[in-house]
């Protein structure tokens, strides 16, 4: 059977050129389906229309040429609404073709999900590998759907849901994930030039943090690989996409310290000599793993911190402390490692003061990269019932394009959605706009640079990630880039837009 996967774009075209935020990566979620479907016996292509940016019309040629049978398209939440657009555009060229979806937001909402639109003909909810097949084989020899796990689907005007699928309890069992599909070589991180190669050695977490909806589809259970299995694959990486960055995706990479120090031994024993980095919680770490992880090429790590407020950390059960979060951040930069701290604004309980203290205590960290993001409720949380029951949000939405993280969505008390925004905006100028953040981030890419690429390519990567800067400054002018002392005093704030569109209605009309 042919099989076309299609990872959407959406709203992260927006972000595609920013300089800080711009970050791609290979779906791994479709690979490790395109990987099974392989393994099968099927013939799969893959289209990341979300890398190249290409709308549903422009992909129609694509999926017109390739004339699948089965398209299988992934939908987080605030892509669900352009998944549907893609699933319009792949039964207007091949009528034929069968369409699921699958991924978070189906998973959650598979009812919402099928009735968008007629084109949707199945929802894959948790994890694809093995339904996906058992769909592909049941369509291939029109077998009943009935039996199929992790289904839901329709059937003379009424919805289905199978019973649930259970999780994938060996990983080491099912195959790599299918990279050579995707192009790989396009994927970056943080706007560097750095080849980025996602990772997945572990799935789930055990911890109930009540906005993530990660831990939730993988119903808080913990399943890792060995470490000889990681290991066997990030030498197939290294052997061939020389120098990638591996960036180890899971959602709790060390919840076994002993698997941590078994993957670290395993590289040392096969002599492999990678840059990688992976996503921690501060309180699974101790100086001493972070020493192994450093001697053994782990060069970034990424901490969920979240707030520099205890009681917004308590309030979404996150079961961390301030003092473990600065412990961890120390201890990193005395080891050399590369940090990440992602923050969310706008939590149960916050306030102006603790969005400012949040915001002066992550530059107190020192992290080299930051990522603020907007609470946002995902369907399957704590936070998302939580929401609905309070009112924060009004209803079910249709439209989820704007739970991107980025836009505020919920109605608070304490603090509006478009001061929320304006905060946002102020908290990533008031980090990258410092002169220690500049000089970090040019001593960052000259390191990594000089040990993965060499000079000349080196230079070539500083350029990169300087120029966006100065086309900033460009457009909306140097005065525009200067910090306001107040984020939410509103004359200081349309003085400053009032500079920007000033600025570039001279750059439209030169005659001014
Ligand atoms: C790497 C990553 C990215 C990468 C790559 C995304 C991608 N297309 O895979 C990038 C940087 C591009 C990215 C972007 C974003 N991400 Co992201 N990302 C992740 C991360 C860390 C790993 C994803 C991964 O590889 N998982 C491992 C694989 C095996 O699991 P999986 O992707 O869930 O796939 C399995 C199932 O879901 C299912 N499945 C998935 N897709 C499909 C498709 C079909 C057809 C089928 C049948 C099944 C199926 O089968 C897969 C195999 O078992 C996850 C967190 C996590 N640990 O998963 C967040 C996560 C997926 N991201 C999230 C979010 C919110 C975003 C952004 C909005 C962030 C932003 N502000 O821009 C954007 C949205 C992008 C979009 N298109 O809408 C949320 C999604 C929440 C939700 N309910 O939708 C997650 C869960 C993080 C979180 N805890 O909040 N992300
Ligand atoms: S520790 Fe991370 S992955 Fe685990 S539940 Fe909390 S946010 Fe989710």
Redo the contacts with the bound molecule.
Sequence with gaps: MKVL?I??A???SK?KKHPVIN????????A??AAMLEEDGHNVKALDA?CFQLSPGESKKWIKKFNPDLV????????VNYAVEYADAVKEVVPDAKV??????P??MPEQTLNYTKSIDFC?R????Y??VHLANALEKGKSLKEIKGLSFRHNGSIYHNPDAPL?EDLDAIPFPARHLFPVQHYRFFGSRFKGA?F?SS?GCPFRCSF????A?FRHQWRARSAKNVVDEIEYIESKWKNSIIGF???CFALSKKRVWAICDEMKARKLDCAWGC?MRVDLVDYNMLNKMARHGCGMIYFGVESGDQHILNNVKKGTSVKQIQNAFKWCRKLGIDTIASLAFGFPGETKRSVMKTIEFVIDLKPSFVVF?AA?P???TPFFEEALKNGWIKEIPEDWSR????DPVLELTEISKEELKRILFYAYRRFHLRMQYLLDRVWFELRLGLKLYGPFQTAITVADAALPWLRWMKKYGVLAQLLPKDPLDEKEYYHRVYFAKKKKRRIHNPKN
Excluded: K, V, W
């Design positions: 996967l990872n959407p959406g709203h992260e972000y970050f791609t990566a290979i779906p791994l979620g479709l490790y389906i979300a299988g398209i992934q939908a987080f939440t605030p892509s699921m979806l699958g991924g978070p937001h998973t959650f894959i948790g994890e694809g590998e339904t996906s994938i996602s997945i799935r993530c909806s990660e831990a589809l995706m899971d959602d996503a993001a946002t995902y369907p399957g739970f991107t993280l980025m």
